[in-house]
């Protein structure tokens, strides 16, 4: 695994993008900062971190037999790579709430964003950008944001941790690749936020409504089961209300 440690950079999946078109990498290599002055996540929102607290990375993923329109896989891999990871370190009450927060107890400890290079409908490699709150106590301005610290009363080492997380990374990817997807679906499921709950939702026109999440489909829109019928959700449709 290439490694590469910086005291701080805008985004980590920014400088891998940039390192891409100046050297080869190899599958798997890994570009963490101290700080991270520009992260961001989805819907275009920001990731705040505070400086030397927390576990801001990207990592390049060579070699993905996934195509383009199947390209959520991705998420359920990293997704579960990381509620695993965590469970090791006996976080608890773990979710996913979807697309890609992990969250412990409703409170969102870390976020993922994908970005993909596709030719010919294929996903020619991905860069995974995840954050993960560690060692930052407070968050100004945010209710529902935790991290490893508040959560559990022992220190985490941010080294192990990354190491940890990148292991299962390729345990499941490797799994992906022997096994297909079928079982990653279902494990994803298992741990979906809210899933078989009626829940609250506010549409991308600003009007409430009810409805039972029942799984996420193979293009990863939401599955939700409204009051006489089921229909699917992308990312820009809905947002759940917790």
Known sequence: MQLIKLNATDSTNNYLKQLI???????FSVVVANHQTNGRGQRGSS???????????????????????????????????????LEGFNIPKLAIKWPNDILSDHHKISGI??????????????????????????????SKVSSLKNIMPLPVDKDELLTKIIDKL??????YSENGSEFLNS???????????????????????????????????????MEDFNKEFDLKELKLIY
């Open 47 to 85: 990731w705040l971190s505070e400086k030397d607290k927390n576990l801001t990375f990207s990592v390049l993923k060579r070699n993905i037999s996934i195509v383009a329109n199947q390209q959520f896989l991705l998420n359920i891999l990293v997704s579960l790579s990381i509620v695993k990871t």
């Open 21 to 27: 078109l100046e050297r080869t990498l190899d599958d």
């Open 187 to 225: 494990e994803y499921e298992s741990y979906l936020f809210r899933k078989d709950k009626p829940s609250t939702f506010i549409s991308h026109d600003n009007n409430l409504f009810t409805g039972i999440i029942r799984g996420v489909s193979t293009s990863g829109k939401l599955c939700v089961q």
């Open 170 to 175: 390729k345990m499941y990817f490797k799994l």
């Open 113 to 142: 964003l994908i970005e993909n290079l596709i030719k010919n409908k294929q996903i020619e490699y991905a860069i995974i950008g995840i954050g993960l709150n560690v060692n930052q106590v407070k968050f100004e301005g945010l």
